[in-house]
């Protein structure tokens, strides 16, 4: 996730472009730069850190012109560094891209092999070199030289291009990366989302899939990758500015919840090959044969995410694995040590227990693999291995996309380390990266049916207490739902493993109390609805959670979510967002300050 602005028109570009970078930094903000053109050539500016340290840096080098792109960068391919910020320059062409191209370790390759100098690791930099090419090669104008070189790279992008020679127009490409055009008097601007460009203008094209813009003073022509016009009415934008930065949501957190299927999707980008059944973890150089056990560490959410890898990981690679509370594991002098793989779990990749647990582990000889959403963030540095989810910044307080990206992190890593421990046949490792691969749509599906979450919020949010149950990897989605609830909606929630109901907590079940039992079909199932009838023996109010298609379960439970079949490791992904959306709505429906709730901070850095 990274930012993109483009301009052309009579004003100064500089300006504008960082005006839009500013909204556009709630995307990314581990570099900035821009690139703008004037007598004779374009000038590029940019630097590693926040978008201040651009500003400062234009101040002394600065960048005059009236036509020009910036960027603001989430860190994917290549660390936060001066050399990896965008606009990337080759030859007479600037580039800026938000998303990843899938191929880049192939096109590097074959570039680097007929002469092309790399400056940068990003694989931003390997489109502009093809630009560079078909340019030279001939191209009659940038809008070819552009086609020509999409028609080499596949994966997700919104690009924007500038040439030197050809100081005027403004390229710009869309797939699966947001993209809008702003229309102006005699000027025109491209920008990842209208916030960035809403001061200027409220006249929007939106552009699709599979769609490149050439955008002058004067003229926005739209036509598909093949060169084929496609006609457009622009949308004359109403809302405020801040509901603009939540992309017309009420909150970020659903925002968030709504951009799981791309942020799943983009975590699984380049790491499946069907071709081979296997996980490709370029950056990971664990021996797996030599892995004794696994001990997760982390806090909060990402311990909740670590819960649903010890299951996934012993039953596909047969590792024995444990997990830790961070806040925990280093007071108790832990046995742990060469032979063991730690793996530190953090969204934040600084959560001050996690990195201290990390460094007792180290300390004691163990090897560390960071699970974590932000490149080059304390707890990756500090690890022997980093394996990045790519949800994007998530801002609000409650996590979701980082979680659910975590989670595929987690079976992609289990599916790794099977086909290395050799319990993974190759047969079911198929059938399951076939099955991730399904996953956005089938996530999609579960979001677009969460009026259903709505209405009941609304019917039982004035509930004193909630207990969420499920059984295997169940429970920790039951423990996660419950926190969700807790920390947003603030009604006591609890999550119970189901078979331990009958223990204690079956105490608190009358008729008051609603209960969100999971149990999606699988090995599970009949001792769930078990525990499901004990709760209704006693006049309990139950939520469940199940399959798509079970048609029983509607005569135990009171209210029925269904969510689409996968596989028993999988389910978590699926059976989560139902409980994130009922703990928004219950919220929402409090009043509570849901992005922000009270005594929580996004990131905890004190032990
Ligand atoms: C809950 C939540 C927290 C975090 C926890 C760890 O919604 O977000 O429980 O999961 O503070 O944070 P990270 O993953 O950044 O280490």
Aim: with cysteine; glycine share 8%; aromatic share 6%.
């Amino acid at each position: 996730m990274c930012g993109i602005v483009g301009y052309v028109g009579a004003r100064q570009a500089t300006p504008i472009l960082v005006g839009g970078l500013r909204k556009l930094e709630y995307r990314g903000y581990d570099s900035a730069g821009v690139s703008v053109w004037s007598e004779g050539q374009s000038r590029v500016v940019r630097c590693r850190g926040k978008l201040a340290a651009l500003e400062d840096k234009l101040v002394k080098e600065p960048a005059p012109g009236t036509i020009g792109i910036g960027h603001t960068r989430w860190a994917t391919h290549g660390r936060p560094s001066d050399e990896n910020a965008h606009p990337h320059k080759v030859g007479a062409i600037s580039v800026i891209h938000n998303g990843i191209i899938e191929n880049h370790l192939a096109l590097r390759q074959e570039l680097a092999a007929s002469g092309s100098k790399f400056t940068s690791e990003t694989d931003t930099e390997i489109f502009a070199h093809l630009i560079d090419r078909a340019v030279r090669g001939g191209a009659p104008d940038l809008t070819t030289a552009v086609r020509q070189a999409l028609a080499k790279v596949h994966g997700a992008y919104a690009f924007v291009v500038m040439n030197d020679k050809d100081p005027s127009t403004l390229v710009a490409a869309k797939n699966a990366s947001p993209m809008v055009v702003g229309l102006g008097d005699g000027e025109n601007f491209i920008a990842s989302d209208v916030t960035a460009i809403l001061s200027e203008t409220r006249r929007i094209l939106f552009i699709d899939e599979g769609e490149m813009v050439t955008v002058t003073r004067d003229a926005v022509v739209i036509t598909d990758f093949d060169g084929k016009p496609r006609t457009r009415e622009p949308k004359v934008i109403t809302w405020s500015a801040m509901q603009a930065e939540k992309g017309g949501y009420k909150h970020f957190m659903l925002k968030e919840i709504h951009e799981q299927p791309r942020a799943v999707a983009d975590t699984l980008v380049g790491r499946v090959d069907l071709e081979r059944d296997d996980v490709v973890l370029d950056d990971v150089k664990i021996d797996a044969t030599k892995v004794k056990r696994i001990i997760f560490v982390a806090c909060g959410t990402s311990y909740h995410a670590s819960l649903v890898g010890e299951f996934m990981i012993e039953a596909l690679a047969r590792i024995p694995v444990e997990v830790e509370l961070a806040s925990e594991f280093r007071y108790r002098d832990p046995i742990v040590g060469p032979g063991d793989l730690v793996v530190a779990v953090s969204q934040s990749g600084e959560t001050a227990d996690t990195m201290a647990a990390v460094r007792e582990a180290k300390g004691k000889g163990a090897q560390v693999l960071a699970i974590s959403n932000v490149l080059e963030s304390s707890i990756p540095r500090l690890a022997d291995w980093a394996f990045y989810t790519h949800a994007g910044p998530e801002i609000g307080v409650a996590s979701t996309k980082a979680f659910t990206t975590q989670l595929v992190s987690m079976a992609l890593f289990a599916i790794y380390l099977g086909r290395r421990t050799g319990k993974l046949a190759a047969p079911r490792a198929r059938e399951l990266l076939a099955e991730l691969l399904q996953l956005p749509t089938k996530m999609k599906d579960v979001i677009d049916h969460g009026a259903q979450l709505q209405v009941l919020a609304r019917r039982y949010g004035n509930a004193h207490g909630f207990l969420f149950l499920g059984r295997g990897a169940q429970y920790p989605i039951a423990l996660e739902g419950a926190l969700k609830l807790k920390e947003i909606s603030y009604i006591h929630a609890e999550g119970y493993a189901a078979g331990e109901m009958k223990h204690g907590p079956i105490a608190l079940i009358d008729e008051h109390l609603p209960v969100v039992v999971l149990v999606p079909r699988g090995p599970n199932y009949e001792k769930a609805i078990s525990n499901l009838s004990e709760v209704k023996a006693r006049s309990g109010k139950i939520l469940a959670i199940a399959t798509r298609g079970d048609t029983d379960i509607g005569s135990t439970a009171d209210e029925v979510v269904l969510v689409p079949d996968c596989p028993v490791e999988l389910q978590p992904i699926l059976t989560v967002l139902p409980l994130q959306l009922l703990s928004y709505y219950v919220a929402d429906f409090k009043g509570t300050d849901i992005d922000q709730p009270r005594n929580l901070a996004k990131s905890v850095t004190v032990e």
